[in-house]
Nanobody, 119 residues
Framework: QVQLVESGGGLVQPGGSLRLSCAAS????????MGWHRQAPGKQRELVAA???????SYADSVKGRFTISRDNAKNTVYLQMNSLKPEDTAVYFC?????????????WGQGTQVTVSS
């Protein structure tokens, strides 16, 4: 089992920044990609960004150039730096970790952290 604990959500004005953190514990040797998903009210959950142990990254088109995912393997922690936030970034953000070659949906999930972008 793998446990994921997120932190760093909150309320921010448009154009502002937030940094999310996700600490992994347990059988972390079994996981490789880690990522952040988000789900806004009435919308499907979407993968925002992902990163491998080797620090290869991928991003949804909607966040490219604004969000940066990073990973500290020694601390078993993944981060999501969110800049130039827009109201449409408002959602619950979930940390996700999965086995290489498997689907993110079949992996482990954090409890979610709310991000609200509003003036």
């Amino acid at each position: 089992q793998v446990q994921l604990v997120e932190s760093g959500g909150g309320l921010v004005q448009p154009g502002g920044s937030l940094r999310l953190s996700c600490a992994a514990s347990g059988s972390i040797f079994s996981i490789d990609p880690m990522g952040w998903h988000r789900q806004a009210p009435g919308k499907q959950r979407e993968l925002v960004a992902a990163i491998t142990r080797g620090h290869s990254t991928s991003y949804a088109d909607s966040v490219k150039g604004r969000f940066t995912i990073s990973r500290d393997n020694a601390k078993n922690t993944v981060y999501l730096q969110m800049n130039s936030l827009k109201p449409e970034d408002t959602a619950v953000y979930f940390c996700n970790a999965w086995r290489s070659g498997s689907s993110p949906s079949a992996g482990y999930w954090g409890q979610g952290t709310q991000v609200t972008v509003s003036s």
